[in-house]
């Protein structure tokens, strides 16, 4: 398998096992456009819940975590499954954010 189909296969197996205790969630896997996400829209009682709790996209190769609304550190379940620090993006930071990040983190992957 190669390595984006592998990234495909991880992403969706992650959401699914985020996914599985929770009978209001949403898996939406835009698979042409790789986009895959996870959404609550339901009602807990008297309150209403709309939301995204989990946006991963593939961009180039790349894993972008695009939304984050979990405790869950989606970069390292993601290196533990298999995919490379280097290839995750937090696409939920700005830029300059992302690059003092990237420099911080992947000079010594010890630190991840």
Not at 85 to 90: A, F
């Amino acid at each position: 398998m190669d390595r984006i189909n592998q990234y495909r296969q991880i992403i969706r197996d992650f959401l699914q096992y985020f996914a599985a205790d929770d009978p209001e969630a949403q898996l939406i896997f835009d698979t042409e456009r790789d986009r895959y996400l996870v959404m609550h829209n339901g009602w807990r009682g008297e309150y209403g819940i709309y939301g995204c709790a989990m946006q991963l996209d593939l961009i180039e190769g790349k894993v972008w975590i695009q939304h984050n609304s979990t405790e869950i550190f989606i970069d390292r379940e993601l290196i533990g499954r298999g995919v490379a620090p280097q290839d995750i993006v937090l696409g939920f930071r700005s830029p300059s954010v992302r690059e003092r990040l990237a420099a911080a983190l992947y000079t010594d992957g010890s630190k991840l």
